[in-house]
């Protein structure tokens, strides 16, 4: 494999620095090659930025602005983005199969590539391109309880019975992503894989106060990145995150978590109390295998495939759209040349 991508929601940088050697997989990158924050400047919505990691085009000239169209429920998906900058696209035009494991609005719905992809995880549904490979998969489990507080009599017991079911719940859902993402490596391992896992950011808003239980859940995330790192001896790796995440500012020092009319509380590493929740902060987080020197370390969420690609030695054409308005299929910007490379080449690799 030329270069794994590991996308992690809301993975926080602060967090990551405090816990130090306990992560030993984002440590040794950290040593042995780059450790950056990226500052952002534009949003810290999900969608919109992993659509701009996915595509290499900024924030500005992707079309994706939220997590649903106007508020109509309907979710931004690939077809609102310029095709061109959809990443199976550019990469399988560069003669390189890839795998896509539920990257947020670029993976939705999945379709035909060289390589493999799948939606899912969290609000997007579950699918997977091909789709006889879907009988492979584990299905993501359904809610353990309402994420609301205020449908339940709020006390002590119903805060720490709700984040213990909600903890269990993502980190579940962390794993049955990562179990899928080993049934797919068994179908084939690409020359770029690019993972998300959205588990950090629901863990975080939930119970950002919570240290041990934040602490938990990152250990898991260096745990998949590590087994992943072992199992693929990819030649790069890149670990990048949306944004990071920050306590909700509510001050008073408590000694237990209390709860104060609706608004639930939990004390903090340094004894302050904080609303039971955390909220996207602006820095994101950009690990590397390769020391970088810090002129080159991107700064924008957007050069992030772009630098991977580049120190994988891979080129790659990105940020460009197109001039005449986007596609609508893969198939269409595809020339006959191209299209016959991939068959070629999917062939060869013992496709049907
Ligand atoms: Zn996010």
Not at 80 to 109: E, F, I, W
Not at 269 to 278: L, P
Request: with cysteine; charged share 25%; aromatic share 8%.
């Amino acid at each position: 494999m030329k270069l794994l991508v590991a996308g992690f929601d809301a993975m926080c940088p602060e967090v990551v620095a405090r816990l130090g050697d306990e992560l030993p997989t984002l440590a040794r990158l950290a040593r042995d090659g780059t450790f950056a924050r990226i500052h952002l400047t534009d949003s810290a919505c999900t969608p919109p930025i992993w659509t701009s990691i996915a595509t290499g085009v900024a924030y500005g000239e992707h079309k994706v602005r939220g997590l649903t169209k106007n508020g109509t429920g309907e979710l931004w998906s690939a077809g609102d983005v310029a095709t061109a900058t959809l990443p199976d696209v550019a990469l399988n035009k560069a003669g390189l199969t890839v795998g896509l494991l539920n990257l947020p609005v670029t993976t939705h719905p999945p379709r035909a590539l060289a390589g493999w992809m799948t939606s899912g995880d969290m609000i997007y549904p579950q699918a997977v391109y091909p789709p006889r490979l879907a009988d492979r998969l584990e299905r993501y489990p359904d809610p353990y309880c309402s994420y609301d507080y205020d449908v339940d009599t709020i006390s002590v017991d119903v805060v720490r019975e709700k984040t213990g079911l909600i903890f269990q719940e993502f980190i579940d859902r962390a794993q049955v992503s990562y179990r899928n993402l080993s049934a797919l490596l068994d179908y084939h391992e690409p020359d770029v894989l690019m993972a998300y896992w959205h588990f950090l950011d629901s863990i975080q808003h939930h119970m950002f106060a919570i240290p041990e239980r934040v602490a938990e859940a990152y250990r898991l995330a260096d745990q998949m990145l590590g087994s992943l790192i072992e199992r693929l001896s990819p030649e790069r790796v890149v670990a990048v995150s949306d944004h990071g995440m920050r306590l909700k500012h509510e001050h008073e020092t408590v000694d237990t978590i209390t709860v104060d009319g609706h608004r639930l509380y939990v004390t903090d590493w340094d004894g302050h109390r904080w609303v039971v929740s955390g909220d996207h902060s602006s820095e994101a987080l950009l690990a590397a295998s390769w020391a970088e020197s810090p002129d080159q370390i991107p700064t924008r969420v957007e050069d992030v495939l772009p630098w991977g690609l580049r120190a994988a030695g891979i080129e790659y054409d990105s940020g460009r759209l197109p001039d005449s308005a986007p596609a609508r299929r893969q198939a269409d910007l595809m020339t006959d040349a191209e299209r016959g490379s991939v068959l070629a080449r999917l062939r060869e690799l013992g496709y049907g």
